[in-house]
């Protein structure tokens, strides 16, 4: 076997040149960083029609959220048993009558410099009645901000296996809320959707974008629990 000549200072080494097969393959781009991941089942579903859209065709009013009427929405956001901060704001509000109540609808936003994040899909009416602090959620949840309130049991194992209604003081009006029909129809349900009462309004969010078919799943919620406490006075 012939040993090659040394090499020359400056020469090129010995040996074909590098192909394009020779170069270190590229690393990953650099992603931005993500301050909220999404659920695999969120990302996987199919686009649905734009709740402003829905709302055009049935004549009710849209907002940007930053319309004087929608100054109390952020008063409705803090009250809110999710986790949420002063960059989480109100965007493409609409309202409109359901039946006798009048409803609202809106995602919550969190923006943050060039970041916008789609978080929540939230839809409240009034209440006539002034109620406690209360949270109706389903059993699996965590919620926010719960120190000193207690859970009202229903009486049916099935439903208080599900759902949870934790108040912050024990009355008739806060367990009407657990009449037959309201457990129906969330037993009915996906088990997604977080209510609470906070700003004279009873309110309903699920982690998801707002498109009509949830606003109509959310207005029947509200429907029920707002005659329920009808019939209670």
Do not use: C
Request: zero cysteines; proline letters at 10%.
């Amino acid at each position: 076997m012939t040993t090659p000549p040394p090499q020359e200072p400056g020469q090129p080494p010995l040996g074909p040149a590098p192909g394009p097969e020779d170069q270190p393959a590229p690393g990953p781009r650099p992603q931005r960083r993500r301050w909220f991941s999404m659920p695999d089942w969120w990302t996987e579903q199919p686009e649905a029609p734009a709740l402003t859209e829905w709302a055009q065709s049935h004549r009710w009013s849209i907002s940007d959220g930053d319309a004087a009427e929608d100054a109390g929405l952020v008063d409705l956001i803090g009250s809110a048993p999710m986790r949420l901060d002063g960059y989480h704001h109100a965007r493409g509000v609409v309202r409109g009558q359901v039946g006798s109540w009048r409803m609202t609808a809106f995602e919550i936003v969190y923006e943050r410099g060039r970041d916008q994040v789609r978080r929540y899909a939230v839809t409240a009416a009034p209440s006539l009645l002034p109620l406690p602090t209360l949270r109706l959620v389903p059993a699996r949840f965590w919620s926010h901000k719960t120190g000193g309130m207690v859970a009202l049991p229903s009486g049916d194992q099935v439903f208080d296996s599900r759902w949870s209604l934790l108040v912050s003081e024990d009355s008739t009006i806060a367990r009407s809320l657990l009449a037959e029909p309201v457990r129906a129809l969330l037993l009915a349900g996906e088990d997604r959707d977080e209510i609470w009462y906070g700003a004279g309004h009873l309110a309903i969010a699920r982690t998801d974008n707002h498109y009509p078919d949830l606003l109509d799943w959310h207005t029947q919620v509200l429907s029920t629990l707002l005659a329920a406490l009808s019939f209670s006075n």
